[in-house]
C-alpha cells in the first residue's frame, strides 16, 4: 500500500485554490437565486396582467347585461338578463360586485398601508397603474324587488384614469327627484382610495332610448396602461358639457 505524503507547499495551494472556488460558488447561487426571483416576479405580473384583462372583459359583459334591465321586470326575467347577478326568490334588496381577483387578494395589504404608511400606498398604487394593473370596480346595489317585481336599482362603475378615478353612478327609479323631468345629468365628486371626477344619472320609464345610452362605458379604458383622461372619455355617449342637467 502506498502512502502519499504531501508538501507544505501543495497543502497551501489546495487551500488557496478552495478558498478562491468559494466565492465564485456563492455568486452563482445568488445570481441563480436572483434569476428565480425575478422570473417569478415576472410570472405573477403576467398572471396578474392576464387576470386584468379577463375580470375586466367579464365586468364589461356583467355591465352590459344590466343595461338591458328595465324597472318592473320579474325576478325571472332580471336573472335571464344578468345570469352573473342573480337575485333571491322573494321581495328585498339585493347586491352584486365586480372586481378583478388581485383587488380582493391586495385589499387588506391595501387597506394597512393606507392607515400607516399613506407615502407607501400611494406610492405602490400609483406603480401599480402604470405598469398596466388599473384599479376598477362595479356595483350594482339597492337592486330592490317588490312584489315580484323590480322596483329601483342603482349601479357603479369607477375606473382609475391617468390622474384620476373615473366613473359614473346611475340610477333606475319610478319618478326622478326633480319634479317634472325623466333623466337627470350632474357632475359628481368620487370619493374613494383615489379621488376624482365623474357623472351622477337618474333614469325613469320616462327617459327615451337615446338617454339611456348615456351609461354605456369605454371598455378599453379598464385595461389600458396610459389610462383614460377623464369621465367623457370613460362615457363617450355623453352630451355636450353645455346641456341641460334636467329634462
Not at 335571464?80 to 387578494?105: A, H, Q, S
Not at 390622474?163 to 368620487?190: D, F, K, Q, Y
Request: hydrophobic share 40%; charged share 20%; with cysteine.
Amino acid at each position: 500500500m502506498r502512502c502519499k505524503i504531501n508538501t507544505m507547499a501543495e497543502v497551501e495551494t489546495k487551500i488557496t485554490i478552495g478558498e478562491l472556488r468559494w466565492p465564485h460558488r456563492l455568486a452563482r447561487r445568488a445570481a441563480s437565486t436572483l434569476c428565480v426571483f425575478f422570473l417569478l416576479l415576472v410570472v405573477l405580473y403576467l398572471a396578474a396582467l392576464a387576470d386584468e384583462h379577463f375580470e375586466a372583459r367579464h365586468a364589461a359583459d356583467v355591465y352590459n347585461q344590466l343595461l338591458t334591465v328595465r324597472l318592473g321586470d320579474t325576478i325571472a326575467e332580471f336573472n335571464r338578463k344578468v345570469p352573473n347577478c342573480k337575485l333571491g326568490k322573494t321581495d328585498g334588496k339585493y347586491g352584486c360586485l365586480v372586481e378583478p381577483i388581485r383587488n380582493r387578494v391586495a385589499h387588506p395589504f391595501d387597506w394597512y398601508l393606507m392607515h400607516t404608511h399613506h407615502d407607501a400606498y400611494v406610492w405602490q398604487s400609483f406603480l401599480r397603474q402604470k405598469i398596466g394593473l388599473r384599479d376598477w370596480f362595479l356595483y350594482a346595489w339597492g337592486v330592490t324587488v317588490y312584489q315580484g317585481r323590480l322596483s329601483k336599482m342603482h349601479t357603479q362603475f369607477f375606473v382609475t384614469g391617468r390622474e384620476m378615478m373615473l366613473g359614473c353612478a346611475w340610477g333606475l327609479t319610478p319618478e326622478a327627484r326633480r319634479t317634472n323631468t325623466s333623466t337627470t345629468l350632474s357632475v359628481t365628486h368620487i370619493n374613494s382610495s383615489w379621488s376624482g371626477w365623474g357623472y351622477h344619472m337618474e333614469f325613469t320609464p320616462g327617459s327615451s332610448a337615446q338617454d339611456l345610452r348615456m351609461r354605456e362605458i369605454n371598455v378599453s379604458c379598464l385595461t389600458s396602461f396610459a389610462g383614460c383622461r377623464d369621465s367623457r372619455e370613460f362615457l363617450p355617449n355623453l352630451p355636450p358639457p353645455e346641456h341641460t342637467q334636467y329634462w
